[in-house]
């Protein structure tokens, strides 16, 4: 028996796919305590069914409640918690603290604290000769305007420990930057991070690590990137799973990949790199998760591989396990995205759609009318596609996008 506690602070859909994998790993002798700051009644019904304990804390960010809930949940469990687990980003430190209060297993503060400070990553990274872009932590506006001067416009400007590339804008040249400090003035305690910007093309690079030993990796094409899909709000982002990712185009990703990972503290779990390829064909690393990806792509790689990938990452996380698959499929995801203002009405071009692409279609969630607007890159909803042909999922997806179109209700109740 293995007695896991997952920290699941809020019962967001995308949490859930993992703990109904946890549920569904009862049958293998996991036993599951969930520690949340949301009632149990927001989760559904049929998966609350299946904790075998419950305990609600006010805050579940915060690492003293975190270990006063994991204690709570060690007696309800009949006396112990072999294995502290959460998939949110933010966190991902916190739970490291925990893990060091209680001597549980798993990542611990330092290497957590590597993996979420995108400037400390940068360090690390350069000073062990891996590629990423030149950047500065610039906790005043003239370090920043010294930075854009000495490295050169365009910069990109983001939140250190951001996510879903929110406050993150590319700032082509000094009067832009001022206005951007304007709005948002760094100072010691809410520093900026200013980047190189990096031109190319962006992926991502994710593993399954276990014991320091990576089992599996797997490459993700993004068209375009998501800061375009950000500032261009009639862009749909896709991205691609190549089905053969063995060739020498992947072979320095491959290398420094798996370095960055040793030299950050990867021990156990699956990872979430993102990286550029520029024109002349060198690579620039650009941010590392100690965590599944998001956005559909523990879903993605799945597909690619013929198994549950929810499942794998309990298991491996929880008991230490995971069998390498075979790449057997390329998949990939579009994004359906709405332009304007407003609530969904409908989505137009379904038809077409089925007609055209259907048979690689294996799975889609389609905007329902009254959804919001999303404010994310993702969009209201996906369609996934999958085929042994690489090249028929990437023009799969290029004609769902084109096809497919969300109308709003402009003027609608917001
Ligand atoms: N140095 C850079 N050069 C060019 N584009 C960048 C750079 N840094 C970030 N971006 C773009 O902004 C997006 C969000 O930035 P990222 O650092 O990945 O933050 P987040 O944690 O929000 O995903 C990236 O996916 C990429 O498209
Ligand atoms: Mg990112």
């Known amino acids: 028996m293995t007695h896991v506690v997952f920290a699941v602070p809020f019962a967001m859909d995308a949490t859930l796919r993992f703990v109904q994998a946890a549920c569904r790993l009862r049958a ?95 360090d690390v990274l350069r000073s062990n000769g891996l590629p990423c872009a030149r950047h500065r932590l610039c906790t005043n506006a003239e370090d920043a305007f010294a930075f854009g001067r ?24 000094e009067r832009e930057l001022a206005g951007y400090l304007r709005t948002m003035p760094p100072s010691p305690g809410d520093p900026v991070l200013l980047e190189e910007f990096l031109f ?22 993004y068209a375009p990137t998501p800061l375009e899909v950000m500032q261009t709000p009639w862009i749909q982002w896709a991205v691609v799973l190549p089905r053969d990712i063995s060739g020498p185009e992947y072979a320095p990703i491959h290398e420094a990949g798996a370095r960055a990972l040793d030299v950050l503290g990867m021990d156990t779990g699956i990872t979430h790199m993102e990286w550029f390829r520029r024109d002349d064909g060198t690579i620039a690393i650009s941010e590392v998760a100690a965590r599944p990806p ?43 995205r709405a332009q304007g203002e407003g609530r969904v009405q409908g989505i137009r071009g379904l038809e077409e759609a089925q007609a055209e692409i259907g048979d690689l279609v294996v799975e889609a969630k389609l905007p329902q009318a009254g959804q919001p607007k999303a404010s994310s890159y993702e969009g209201e909803g996906y369609v996934i596609l999958r085929d042994e042909d690489t090249d028929r999922v990437r023009g799969g997806l290029q004609r769902v996008v084109s096809l497919l179109c969300v109308d709003l209700e402009q003027g609608g109740a917001p």
């Open 28 to 122: 293998e002798g996991l036993r599951l305590g969930v520690l949340s700051q949301d009632p149990i009644e927001r989760f559904p019904p049929e998966l609350r069914g299946e904790f075998d304990a419950f305990h609600r804390v006010p805050d579940a960010m915060d690492a003293s409640q975190l270990t006063e809930g994991v204690r709570q949940l060690a007696r309800a469990l009949g006396g112990r918690v072999d294995r502290l687990i959460g998939i949110l980003e933010p966190l991902q430190e916190a739970l490291a603290e925990v893990r060091e209060r209680l001597d549980l297993p798993g990542m611990r503060p330092e290497a957590a604290h590597r993996f979420r400070d995108k400037a400390l990553m940068k």
């Open 150 to 173: 000495e490295s050169g416009y365009p910069v990109v400007v983001k939140p250190p420990a951001g996510a879903g590339a929110r406050n993150t804008f590319r700032v082509d040249g």
């Open 294 to 336: 998001g956005a559909q792509f523990t879903t993605l790689l799945g597909y690619a591989h013929d198994m549950d990938f929810y499942e794998a990452w309990v298991r491996l996380v929880a008991m230490d396990r995971f069998e390498v698959p075979e790449r057997r499929w390329a998949a990939g995801a579009a994004f359906l």
């Open 200 to 221: 190319g093309r962006e992926f991502s690079f994710d593993t399954v690590t276990l014991d320091g030993r990576h089992l599996l990796h797997s490459v993700t094409e």
